[in-house]
């Protein structure tokens, strides 16, 4: 098992972790991006670089979520 195949092994156990115990999707949302960054980060110099390619999509769609997500508390807040 090489190190590409053990942070797929990691981020889907983590998907199904966080799918088991988390009731809303803004929680899951984060939680994922938490997830995703943790492994970039941690593993970012043990991984080929078309991988760390490939990790960035989703990355920046999950911060996407993220921002929509804290855009939409702030407004519940001011209201």
Not at 37 to 55: C, D, M, S, W, Y
Not at 56 to 73: N, T
């Amino acid at each position: 098992m090489d190190v590409d195949d053990a942070i797929i092994l990691t981020l889907a156990i983590w998907v199904f972790i966080c799918s088991i115990l988390v009731k809303t999707v803004d929680v899951y949302a984060t939680l994922l991006l938490i997830g995703l960054l943790v492994v970039a980060e941690v593993a970012g110099n043990f991984i080929k670089p078309e991988t760390k390619q490939r990790l960035k999509p989703a990355i920046y769609f999950l911060l996407f979520v993220f921002l929509g997500i804290v855009v939409r508390k702030v407004m519940e807040v001011l209201r």
